[in-house]
């Protein structure tokens, strides 16, 4: 028989069938004798997902392995990605312990990464769009935020580590994925893969594609995240990448991980509640506890953020000239300007690009779905040409509703 240590030198695709056999040969996690079942439980276009189980002992973990392709076009991916998701995931662990899975083992040749399995938490997007409120989602959605972003500057750790880490999470691949997708083709769509309804493609055309007052603005953010090297970000914290339950969250996915501007992270968090309150707005107007939770959990976000970030700075920054009042006010209030910019890149490339939101796509009477989509376009677009106004979660809801008041109206 071949020995471990060779048989899994060299990648190759698990199945359902091999994944067992992995992790028997591999993993000191189950009972020697014990039967164990698996399923795929993956639907993503980059990886492959299984969760292997115990029959009788109820453990369970998943493995999360990185294909060489994409699957829908079989383009050829770095799979590099696969060790920076380990190393972040690893690295948030010891800063947010509470919020992230444990990571069991990670094998660089099978680029494979064996973790909890964390199925008793359930999607925050779907568990939004069911209506569910959870009372304590913006202090824990917050609390990691802080407890990552912060940490991981040259505020905090030595400058040689920081400049180490920065070489670690070079993500060209994924990064290039965002430039286009973010920050280049909802305002010039040059690949032809903007999804726009007919009945809002002259309304895109105007508020997007003409507003070089916007692209200014849109040009400065994509800057931003291609060369401000600040913070080790998650780098796709959308609300499918949260997972909740009413005992807390657990972050995962972060394979788009980076070393850049840490509003990016917190904007996109807020990006996504956005598109939350926004489905419930226009679809279920007499939920009206609901959208009185989700307006609050938004504001809280961004608020109890920069409560506990300021807290943090105050306890972890020691360098004499960065403990400086002036300095540590422009850095806060540069990230949270920062924030609001991301928010408004992520809702944009939400509507208009072909990375859809089920809260927007789900939508299908066209009634509702040409002001939804409008009012949230111009609510990104407000985020990102007033970045420097938006200096409380307040004013970030007022926004929003001012706009949908005006769609609702009939206004845009």
Same mark, same amino acid.
């Given at each position: ?11 190759f695709?698990?199945d359902v069938? +091999?994944?067992?056999?992995y992790?028997?040969e591999?993993? @000191?996690?189950?009972d020697?004798?014990e ?5 795929e439980?993956?639907d993503? %276009?980059?990886?492959? /997902?299984? $969760?292997?189980?115990g029959?009788?002992s109820? $453990?369970?973990? /998943? !493995?999360?392995?990185? #294909?060489t ?9 770095d799979? &590099?990605? %696969?060790?920076?998701e ?8 010891s ?18 990464? =064996?973790?909890? #399995? ?14 569910k409120?959870f009372?304590?989602?913006? @202090? ?13 500057t #040259?505020?905090? !750790?030595?400058?040689a580590?920081?400049?180490?880490r920065?070489?670690?999470?070079t993500?060209p691949e994924?990064c290039?994925? =965002? ?22 493609? &002259? ?8 507003? $070089? ?14 060369? &401000?090297?600040?913070?080790l970000?998650?780098?796709?914290? &959308? ?16 394979e788009?991980?980076?070393?850049g501007p840490?509003?990016?992270?917190v904007?996109? /968090?807020?990006?996504?509640l956005?598109f ?9 107007p ?10 609050k +959990?938004?504001a809280?976000?961004?608020d ?18 960065y403990? %400086? ?10 990230v ?21 939101? =089920?809260?927007?796509?789900?939508v ?12 949230? !376009?111009?609510l ?6 007033? +970045?420097?106004?938006m $200096?409380?979660? =307040? #004013? ?17």
């Open positions: 028989m071949m020995s471990d240590k060779k048989k899994y030198a060299k990648h695709l698990l069938r +091999t994944a067992v056999e992790v028997r591999v993993l @000191d996690y189950f020697a004798d039967e164990l079942g698996c399923t439980i993956g993503g %276009n980059i990886n492959y /997902v299984f $969760k292997v189980f029959k009788t109820g $453990k369970s973990l /998943v !493995i999360k392995q990185a #294909d392709l994409l699957r829908s076009s079989g383009r050829p991916l799979m &590099h990605r %696969n060790k920076i380990a190393e972040i995931l690893k690295i948030e662990k800063l947010a312990p509470d919020f992230v899975p444990e990571i069991y083992h990670y094998d660089e040749a099978m680029f494979a990464l =064996s973790m909890e #399995d964390i199925s008793a938490y359930k999607n925050l997007r779907k568990e939004l769009a069911a209506g409120i009372p304590a989602l913006s @202090d824990e959605l917050s609390t990691f935020l802080a407890d990552t972003l912060l940490p991981t #040259d505020l905090v !750790i030595g400058r580590e920081k400049k180490e920065v070489k670690l999470f993500n994924l290039d994925i =965002s430039e286009d997708l973010v920050f280049t083709e909802p305002y010039w769509d040059y690949k032809k893969r903007n999804v726009v309804i007919p009945e809002n493609a &002259h309304f895109v055309e105007k508020a997007l594609y003409e507003d $070089k007052a916007l692209h200014a603005c849109v040009a400065r953010l994509r800057d931003d995240f291609m060369n &401000h090297a600040q913070a970000v998650h780098g796709d914290l &959308h609300s499918g990448s949260i997972f909740v339950n009413e005992g807390g969250i657990k972050v995962i996915d972060p788009f991980a980076f070393y840490m509003g990016y992270d904007g996109n /968090v807020i990006g996504n956005f939350a309150y926004a489905n419930a707005y226009w679809t279920k007499e939920n009206a506890e609901f959208l009185s939770w989700l307006q +959990t938004i809280d976000v961004f109890s953020f920069k409560t506990k970030f300021e807290k943090k700075y105050d306890t972890l920054v020691e360098f004499p000239l403990k %400086n009042e002036r300095f540590k006010k422009a850095y806060t209030e540069g949270l300007a920062d924030s609001a910019g991301y928010a408004g890149t992520e809702i944009i490339r939400r509507v208009v690009g072909d990375a859809k939101v =089920s809260e927007v796509t789900s299908t009477d066209t009634a509702l779905k040409v002001p939804l989509e409008r009012s949230l !376009i111009l990104g677009k407000t985020f990102i040409k007033r +970045t420097d106004d $200096k409380s979660g =307040s #004013d970030l809801v007022q926004a929003a509703n001012d706009i949908f008041g005006c769609a609702k109206r009939g206004e845009l």
